[in-house]
């Protein structure tokens, strides 16, 4: 029986293979470059008196870097995705994953009026803003999200933050505007829509080369108490 | 005071999601889920009304663009600006209303009256004097200059979904249309690359409630000699969607897979139309069939479905490939025809964070059918894979699927995902060749080359390679953390900078994986497995690997543990699960 995968049908020279997978990782690097953009958390204010303390998410810059702005007057939607971990810290073996929360921000520029829409997607409610001015839209971005996932149980903690900035093509506006909908349907029927079969996954893997901005970025607060 | 205006505007529009507190917006998570309706924020309409009637009286004196007032100037009356920035560094006598722009009150600016500013800022510098009211609010206000200089409001845009639809649209009334020309499912050996047209009927009678009608046209563009009724397809479909649930009814005539694995169906497209290698068998469908479904809640839905299609051979014709076009395709098993009738019943929960990149949650999806049929002309196979059936009527099998996912976080940056899926015969007759399941491929096994194990009997020999297992078993487990890559080159930016667009890939998944799994006849002939029983785990074939998963594109390496097989490059074009 003739034997094959997707690109090669056999690798006949393993040692071309492990070569390649070798070079690849030579080429590793420690992390993306240093970007102007930046994500913090803290921790609010101790406001319990079991020591348990909040989250407080804040990007910062994003509209320093060029490229988001190039992206948006080029009329790409970007998508900021954060995520907030709980993770609970146990000395010696692997931390225990508590619970995460996640929203969405998505920006776009309406060049008729030269303004921006920033539309704030959070279980199932979906705010839109708009700003007319770059300083007003900066200065929305640079809004502070205090996340209500305080732990109660006893113990140390601490929170991972992250935040993914991407450049969406309408195809993943539709797909991500039903999924937050909750539309489950089409995952369902376990079929893809028309016209997304050969389309959808051509088309993020050419943007995805062809260099439209993507980041990602991670910090994690201190660790705090809870007694 | 600049924060507190922004953040009390955003309280204003999402009182119990996003609480703004000064410049601090809460997310709470304990919050029921909302209906998706889009509330939008923006100045009260009395501002709206204030400023036009502000900016269109002739009494005032409009500007646009950026102004600047240097120091030791004086302006007296009312002042207006639209777009751009008011730089204030001498003395202004009158209101003064600033729309869609931003203004600066610098040192030595002396402003005697009230001051309102709607979507831009109020940036004030020390030793800038003001005297009156201040207002400011940040969201911008939907306002275009009319050809006579006056401001008229203009209507807002379409909302996200309809802004997302690449597909050409138009309204009447309440009704939306959407016109579409794609291409359709998949490339395949069978049809080539199918083009599918025709319009799509929306009428939303509130914002959870949704009928649809949609006529899709198929239109075949592989040669002849495929054996199927006709190089025109259909597929009509009415669907009425309410909050917690729905209803729809399909007739079709298309092209359906055998299995939906060892790809997804866009990767068996790619893998078709550019290697000539297309993984999955085909048959012909036509017939109708209806669904209803329930959605208590966001993650949970239960399907019951009922359809009577007849199903029919189709045959493999040589459409063109990119590369290997002058290779000849692997032939198309045949399948056991007749018209079926199925009823089935499944339920999906999907706690998953995201479809595509998911790191945490759970996907099960199980699925239960029961077919019948009364004129199944039957395969003949050998007795080792299946008896004989039963023709003439009173034909029937029971099938389950089975799609259990966990995806977990170990660490802050290591994941672990896992998957076990099942597949196959449950009771009655044994199933039909187009039902038949097999292991072995890029996806769920792949140490092993494709279709691996497809239960043939030695000596059996087709050059279709049908699968002919009863059922199928595999577990996957991978291990995920980030790595920075950097595999390409970042353009300079305009300051000369390397700042600027990077060309390739930056970031990667660095996956380590690994899988089991078996395929088998079940019964209680040589090398079948009873049915009442799953093979023990010593009789499961296992593979490990390693790959780089940049999310569009990944590539991997597989070994097989249980035989001598080669070690195996799998290029994928989406997350193994």
Known sequence: MRAFSLLHPRLRRPWLA?????????????????????????????????????????????????????????????????????????????????????????????????????????????????????????AALAFAYQVSVRPAAIGRYYYTATMEISTLSDSDLDELQRFLEGDLGEVAQGEEGVGDALGRGATRFLLRLAGLPSLRLEVRSTTFAVR | MRHLA?????????????????????????????????????????????????????ATTR???????????????????????LRLAGRVRGDIVVINATLYLLPGADVEGDVL?????????????????????????????????????????????????????????????????????????????????????????????????????????AGEGNRLSSNFGYGIRAELHFPSGGVAGRIYSEVAPFEDQPLSAAENGWSAFLLQRDFRDWFERRGGGGAAWVQPTRTLRVEVSVRRDHESSVRATDPWSLLRNSDRWRRNPLSDDGHYFTTGVQADLDTRNDREHSTTGWLLRARYEHSTSDDLAPLALPGAVRPPLTTGGGYAFDRLTLDLRRYSRLT????VNAR????????????????????????????????????????????????????????????????????????????????????????????????AGKAWLAGDGPGQVPVNRIPSLNEWRTDVGVGLDAGAIGAYLAKSLSEDEPVRFVVRLQRRF
């Open chain 1, 18 to 138: 492990l070569a390649l997978t070798a070079g690849l990782g030579a080429s590793l690097a420690p992390g993306v470059a240093a970007q102007a953009v930046r994500l913090t958390v803290r921790l609010a204010a101790d406001s319990t008196s079991s020591g348990s303390r909040a989250p407080v998410v804040r990007s910062e810059n994003l509209l320093s870097d060029g490229r988001w702005l190039s992206a948006l007057r080029s009329g790409l939607p970007v998508r900021l995705h954060y995520r907030v971990e709980v993770w609970r810290s146990r000395g010696g073996w692997f931390d225990a994953f508590e619970r995460q929360v996640e929203w969405d921000v998505v920006l776009r520029h309406e060049p008729l009026l030269d303004q921006y829409t920033v539309l704030t997607i959070f279980s199932g409610r979906v705010q839109e803003r708009r700003y007319a001015t770059l300083d007003a839209l900066s």
């Open chain 2, 6 to 58: 922004g953040g009390l505007l955003l309280l204003l529009a999402m009182p119990p999601l996003l609480r703004a507190q000064d410049s601090v917006i809460v997310i709470d998570p304990d919050l029921p889920p909302g209906d998706s309706a889009v509330v939008r924020g923006g100045p009260p309409p009395d501002v709206v009304s204030e400023l036009l009637a502000f900016y269109n009286d002739s």
């Open chain 2, 63 to 85: 500007v646009q663009g950026d102004v600047s007032f240097p120091p030791g100037s004086e302006f007296s009356g009312r002042l207006a600006i639209f777009r751009g920035s």
């Open chain 2, 117 to 221: 500013v709607v979507g831009g800022r109020l940036i004030r510098s020390p030793g800038a004097l003001h005297r009156g009211r201040e207002r400011v609010q940040w969201d911008a206000v939907p306002v275009l200059r009319a050809p006579d200089g006056t401001l008229v409001l203009r209507e807002r845009r379409r909302p996200l979904a309809e802004l997302a639809a690449a597909r050409t649209s138009f309204q009447t009334g309440r009704v939306r249309t959407e016109l579409l020309l794609a291409t359709g499912g998949t490339y395949n050996r069978v049809e080539g690359l199918p083009i599918v047209f025709g319009p799509t009927f929306e009428l939303r009678p509130s914002s959870r409630t949704l009928a649809r009608l949609d006529f899709r046209g198929i239109l075949r563009t």
């Open chain 2, 412 to 415: 802050p940056s290591l994941r």
């Open chain 2, 420 to 515: 076990l899926r099942a597949d196959g015969w449950i009771a009655g007759d044994r199933m039909p060749v187009q039902r038949r399941v097999s292991l072995g491929g890029p996806d769920l096994l792949p140490g092993y080359g494709f279709r691996a194990f497809t239960c043939a009997p030695r000596g059996f020999v087709d050059p279709s390679e049908p699968a002919l297992c009863d059922r199928s078993i595999v577990a996957q487990l991978e291990v995920r953390t980030r790595l920075g890559l950097n595999l390409g080159y970042r353009l300079r930016d305009r300051e000369g900078g390397r700042g600027g667009r990077f060309i390739g890939i930056e970031e990667a998944d660095l996956v380590i994986l690994g899988d």
